[in-house]
């Protein structure tokens, strides 16, 4: 009986360092990668169905100051291919499609390893066109700062490692959905 109380102290004091470690890491690394619909084209008065899928690729740094609330800098690399094969050589797209973002993150616990997201923030973007519409080469560049916002789902799986699902709309009309995931330390 003396053992198995030693036993059980042993793994409650692991899983009560482990949580520790959660509350304790402050900074997050995450990469992500996902797919989106940009209206770029269509409020630029290019009336391109096709131009609107997108895959796009994410860093991120995050300093977490609460458990609950923190705040981020990142980057998002968007291809805009119009279909769903994401083959830029058979449709037309938008050479590239890149934003800088500052955000406070603030998350609300659901569970002891769930927590449901909210970013709010500021997004430099930057759009190079050029592609052909009506049998004319567009070319054009355009940037610009504007706001951002997102909801998303975060969920711990191990002590220092987190899976997150995140929506977000940034100002130059672009939705995407981003799966991420991050290390604390």
Not at 4 to 11: D, G, P, R, V
Not at 153 to 161: G, S, T
Request: aromatic share 16%; hydrophobic share 40%.
């Amino acid at each position: 009986m003396k053992y198995i109380f030693i036993i059980i102290m042993l793994q409650v004091s692991a899983l009560t360092t482990a949580e520790e470690l959660i509350d304790e890491s402050h900074h997050v690394i995450s990469l992500g990668g996902g797919l989106g619909v940009s209206r770029w084209a269509e409020v630029h008065g290019f009336d391109e169905e096709r131009l609107n899928l997108k895959h796009h690729y994410d860093v991120a740094y995050r300093y977490q100051f609460t458990p609950c609330w923190g705040g981020e800098i990142g980057y998002m690399y968007q291809k805009i291919t119009g279909t769903l094969i994401l083959n830029p050589l058979t449709s037309a797209y938008i050479d590239k499609v890149s934003s800088f973002r500052l955000a406070a993150v603030y998350s609300q616990p659901l569970s002891q390893r769930s927590s449901f997201l909210f970013k709010l923030g500021i997004a430099q973007y930057n759009v190079i066109a050029n592609f052909r519409y009506d049998d004319e080469h567009v070319v054009t560049d355009n940037e610009g700062v504007g706001a951002l916002t997102s909801l998303g789902w975060q969920y711990n799986f191990a002590p220092n490692y987190e899976f997150s699902l995140v929506y977000t709309y940034q100002k130059f009309d672009t939705n995407t959905l981003t799966a991420n995931f991050g290390y604390r330390f």
